[in-house]
């Protein structure tokens, strides 16, 4: 079993304690599914839903979409695309930095350039 | 550092915290009656795209590159607010072609305390507008750079900037720590403008709201003033953000009206007695759009009516999420 039902299930929980829109019934309206689904999948009693479902779901209950993801065992279809334009570049890019500390990731994002203003 | 992620700008300062970052976007409204009454704030119908300036450079002029930073679409006469997300305390300045959104005075390259012309996170969730008055801001309405509506042009004469200026300088380490030291937990701080060389838009005063810019709490030496990040957000209208990205830009909102007769919420912020600063002086003969077009003899704001306020959300009370979203966010 995954750790994606659980987690999904301990967040939204926590948000229920403040605010009961946050009931499994309610959750599951508001991202287009049945609650009987997404009660099985919190009890990982389901694989976890599709990408699209996934992503609702995370900015639902407030979460980073590719971290749900990863926990799902996938990888957002925009990533994969980017890979495939350039498989032979960033395929190296992700090896090389597979071990690196996330400080030292950080380095390597883009940043937005500022200029003479 | 500034990242732009999911049409976010994250500004990251790792070398000062781990958790030195704050996050900066761009939501899109409605555009509040320029009325003469006074609004509660207006809901977020989702973020407006943002673009690294520099993937479209082979469509902009050597002005707009020299600039850097990032470029998003607004229509004529369309609205936004500010939005910040950040646990670590942030003094972060928003200017509107150059000019201090908050005191209505030219950039500069520094914090000022006195009047106050940033505004202090996390203690400010938002911002809506032009602070005119304590408490009250006039929202910001986009109008085409060149046709005299903007504030740059009304205060300092030239239409030569436009977009938006934003600055981030975070705390101190040492300060920070020593702040987070007395709380027991840190979450208690709790038209054919394809052409380049068109001038693009510029943010001008719309109509009046309720919000209050937060006196900062801090001594003005908490401030990190030798590490900041600052951005410069060209704003081009929707014909030119086509002919630059290819990308369509975002529907228009519906109108103040059409939304208030839904019933869907309004928006007050709650922050105990916090202080607010007063409005700026050099604001004060500045003209809004409809006040400086009927004077022109123009109408560039349509749907302009009245509306009726049902429901009004208080944010911010017992701990709740800062949310401001509705239909289409």
Not at chain 1, 44 to 55: D, F, K, N, Q
Not at chain 2, 223 to 234: A, I, L, M
Request: one cysteine or more.
């Amino acid at each position: 079993m995954t750790q994606f039902g659980p987690a999904i299930r301990e967040r939204r929980e926590r948000l229920r304690r403040d605010d009961r829109r946050y009931s499994v019934r309610q959750v599951a309206t508001r991202i287009g599914i049945e609650p009987a689904y997404l009660s099985k999948i919190e009890r990982g009693e389901v694989a976890p839903p599709s990408e699209a479902t996934t992503v609702r779901l995370a900015k639902e209950l407030d979460q980073d979409p590719d971290v749900l993801l990863a926990m799902a065992g996938k990888v957002s279809g925009d990533l994969q695309e980017i890979i495939r334009k350039r498989p032979k570049l960033f395929a190296e890019l992700i090896r090389q930095l597979k071990e690196a500390p996330d400080h030292a990731v950080l380095r390597v994002v883009r940043e937005v350039r500022d200029g003479d203003w | 550092m500034i990242v732009l992620e999911h049409d976010r700008l994250e500004f990251r300062f790792p070398e000062i915290h781990r958790e030195a970052s704050c996050s900066i976007e761009f939501q899109r409204t409605l555009r509040i009656p320029d009325d003469g009454r006074e609004y509660p704030l207006p809901p977020g119908l989702g973020r407006f795209p943002l673009r690294h300036l520099d993937d479209h450079a082979e469509h902009l002029s050597a002005a707009w590159q020299r600039r850097g930073g990032v470029i998003g679409p607004m229509h004529q006469a369309e609205a936004l607010w500010i939005n910040f997300d950040s646990s670590y305390p942030f003094a972060v300045k928003v200017a509107t072609g150059k000019v201090c959104a908050i005191t209505g005075n030219a950039w500069t390259d520094h914090l000022n305390r006195d009047p106050q012309d940033y505004a202090a996170l996390p203690e400010q969730p938002w911002l809506d507008g032009y602070c005119v008055e304590k408490g009250l801001v006039r929202q910001f309405v986009a109008m085409p750079l060149g046709a005299g509506y903007t504030v740059e042009e009304q205060l300092y004469g030239a239409a030569e900037h436009g977009g938006l200026q934003i600055v981030a300088y975070p705390m101190k380490r040492e300060r920070y720590e020593a702040l987070a030291a007395r709380h027991a937990s840190i979450a208690e701080l709790a038209e054919t403008y394809a052409m380049p060389q068109s001038p693009g838009m510029g943010l001008a005063p719309g109509g009046r709201m309720k919000q209050d810019i937060y006196a900062d709490p801090h001594d003005f030496d908490a401030w990190d003033q030798r590490r900041c990040s600052r951005c410069f957000v060209t704003l081009v209208n929707s014909l030119q953000w086509l002919a630059i990205t290819g990308e369509h830009p975002p529907t228009r909102p519906p109108s103040a009206r059409t939304y208030a007769e839904t019933g869907l919420p309004w928006f007050d912020h709650y922050a105990g007695d916090a202080e607010a600063v007063a409005g700026a002086d050099r604001f004060k003969g500045v003209a809004s759009v409809v006040q400086l077009a009927k004077q022109q003899g123009e109408a560039p704001l349509p749907e302009n009516q009245s509306a009726e306020i049902a429901s009004i959300v208080v944010v911010g009370q017992d701990g709740t999420r800062l949310v401001r979203e509705s239909w289409g966010a």
